[in-house]
């Protein structure tokens, strides 16, 4: 009996071990993959129309982003589900907002939607990885918010659909940081709807402030939701307000994770996983009334967050 116990304790501190490399060599397969695609792009991009380039660009970046969490899923280490993306894969015209956790959050939702253009940093328009990919697919820069503006319009009324952040970098406090309204008077001027998405995780892997390098408990597992689907309204700020206050609804039923709100237990191949401790005056296994439930109606109102919206046009796709 002790040595088998003795043998289980051994065999679960190897897979630990193992368990960094594996992730590692996964993200690793990932900046290859954006490597070997950017240089074919960049042969591309002088050589063949824009709307084939578009075409093209935006199909390989989500095919190859496909391949990543394929390969992801087959560790065990990473899981997505975000099926309730495929709804809208084909649909023209469409803006598509997302809170931002992660710094996999682009990827994820990319992989599930090839029509659509994303808004980038203009510095990540210029990285090896990622910039030749980008301009091929006519992603937009947001750099110059005026030409920003009129780009996603453009590209909103010849049928494509737009991804977008309007927090602007991940997440810094809980659960979003205040939004930007340029999403909301992009899709007012090209007068298409707002489908939200939420991103869900109890993992802190790849939010801001944790390190590439710590390995946190695993599988780390994603969840993706569609949320309401918003008009874009008469006063762009005042629906910037809405939704934001819709996603504090939807999210802010828990609370932010912290080393303590995430009991690491080991299943049968010896991994720690995860498992979320209910929110204050929740017991486990109970279902939240809001957040993990679609949401079916639109919160109450509350207090304005226009000041929040002012800010500039600003947003990235991964930071």
């Known amino acids: 009996m002790h040595f088998t116990k003795a043998a289980k304790t051994i065999q679960r501190v190897l897979l630990r071990a193992l368990a960094w490399p594996a992730l590692q060599l996964q993200l690793a397969v990932l900046g290859l993959l954006s490597l070997a695609w950017a240089s074919v792009a960049l042969l591309l991009y002088p050589l063949v129309p824009r709307q084939t380039g578009l075409r093209v660009g935006r199909s390989m970046i989500s095919f190859g982003y496909r391949g990543f969490w394929r390969l992801a899923r087959c560790s065990g ?6 099926q309730a993306l495929d709804r809208l894969r084909d649909e023209a015209g469409l803006v598509i907002v997302a809170n931002h956790p992660s710094m996999l959050d682009a990827l994820m939702l990319v992989a599930r939607l090839p029509r659509s253009a994303c808004v980038m940093k203009a510095s990540l328009v210029r990285n090896p990885f990622l910039g030749p990919g980008a301009r091929l697919a ?7 918010p005026r030409s920003m503006v009129r780009l996603a319009v453009s590209d909103l009324q010849a049928g494509g659909q737009l991804l977008l952040f309007p927090e602007s970098t991940r997440s810094t406090r809980w659960p979003v940081n205040d939004f ?3 999403f909301t008077l992009i899709a007012q001027r090209a007068k298409v709807p707002i489908q939200t998405v939420f991103i869900e995780s109890d993992s802190p892997y790849l939010r801001k402030g944790w390190p590439m390098w710590r390995l946190p408990p695993l599988p780390i597992v994603f969840e993706v939701r569609l949320g309401e689907r918003f008009d874009a309204g008469n006063d762009h700020q005042a629906r910037c307000a809405e939704i934001q206050q819709y996603f504090e609804t939807g999210l802010g039923f828990g609370r932010p994770w912290d080393a303590s709100a995430v009991h690491p237990v080991t299943d049968q191949q010896g991994l720690h996983t995860q498992r979320p ?10 279902q939240p009334a809001v957040g993990l439930q679609r949401l079916t109606s639109k919160p109450p109102g509350g207090p304005s967050l226009a000041a929040g919206a002012d800010r500039a ?5 991964l930071p």
């Open 77 to 82: 280490m990473l899981r997505l589900n975000a």
């Open 138 to 144: 006519r992603y937009i820069r947001n750099d110059s």
């Open 180 to 182: 930007s309204a340029a």
């Open 277 to 286: 401790r209910a929110p204050a005056g929740m017991a486990h296994g109970a």
């Open 313 to 317: 046009a600003r947003f990235e796709v």
